[in-house]
């Protein structure tokens, strides 16, 4: 038994389209051009989880009829992977408990600040309720799934990625350092972030992701985060190596019947 993966959103801080932008991505009809900030939903050994909580948040659940999620987890603190955690309220109701949250110390000093309100000693009636479990680069569990943090670097911001079983998903890294990789030995499902084809300071390039997925050498890598820089997705899915692909919100991934499932229209 695998993790089952479904792709909530794949668009960087900004999503597409972009407001006002004009280019051809923007302006594109097509589905798989258009994507929210990245999030992704993982569900195995029936743990419902959540990686990262944008400001999408509301709109990706609805949008692929999930209607719980038992645990949180964060890459790290940009607003782009956490301004969608007010909405927790929903899922604080239907579990009459707080949702769990699993981040590293700093990146819950930077949600105690955001969302302030959850915190106070007497809090507003219908304030989120959160339950922060801090993690650092030492495996943890969460009920019976085992959960290996991946320490990769956002420029000089250091982040996490996460291997569940046989799939690791990893966002916003510009570096990955060869420490790391003995964690993703022999991974079905490798998803990593690819911002555009020329250089970035702060993520990796399409050429730096596909260097490092052939280096990884998963069975299937998904490149997500993408901006509209990187061109319309069937453009780019030509010119792809075997192996790798673009996500695209609403793609659902079944590792044990790779290749893909195809979910939201």
């Known amino acids: 038994m695998n993790p089952n993966l479904i792709f909530l959103g794949t668009g960087t801080s900004q999503g597409i389209p972009i407001i006002g932008c004009k280019c051809n991505v923007c302006r594109s009809s097509h589905l798989k051009d258009k994507r929210l900030r990245t999030s992704a939903y993982v569900e195995y050994m029936g743990l419902r989880l959540l ?44 579990n009459k408990k707080a949702m769990d949250i699993y981040a590293e110390e700093r990146v819950q ?14 809090k507003y009636p219908g304030a989120p309720e959160f339950s922060l479990h801090t993690i650092d680069e030492h495996t943890f569990h969460i009920g019976p799934v085992c959960i290996k943090p991946i320490r990769v670097w956002h420029a000089h911001l250091p982040i996490l990625g996460f291997r569940i079983a046989d799939l ?16 993703l030995k022999n991974l079905s499902v490798l998803v990593l972030n690819a911002v555009r084809p020329k250089p970035h300071a702060s993520h990796f390039s399409l050429q730096q992701a596909i260097d490092m997925a052939k280096k990884i050498g998963a069975q299937q890598t998904y490149l997500t985060h993408i901006s509209h820089q990187m061109g319309l997705h069937d ?19 079944e590792p044990d019947t790779l290749p893909v499932v195809q979910g939201l229209p």
């Open 109 to 122: 000093h930077a949600v105690k600040q955001e969302f302030s309100y959850a915190f106070e000693e007497h």
């Open 168 to 183: 690791a998903y990893i966002t916003d890294a510009s570096n990955l350092a060869d420490s790391e990789l003995p964690k």
């Open 51 to 94: 990686i990262d909580a944008g400001p999408d948040f509301r709109q990706q659940l609805l949008r692929a009829n999930i209607n719980n999620v038992d645990a949180i987890l964060l890459t790290h603190e940009h607003k782009d992977h956490t301004a969608g955690l007010d909405d927790v309220r929903a899922f604080n109701y239907i």
């Open 235 to 253: 453009d780019v899915e030509k010119e792809l190596p075997s192996g790798i692909m673009l996500a695209y919100d609403g793609l659902t991934i």
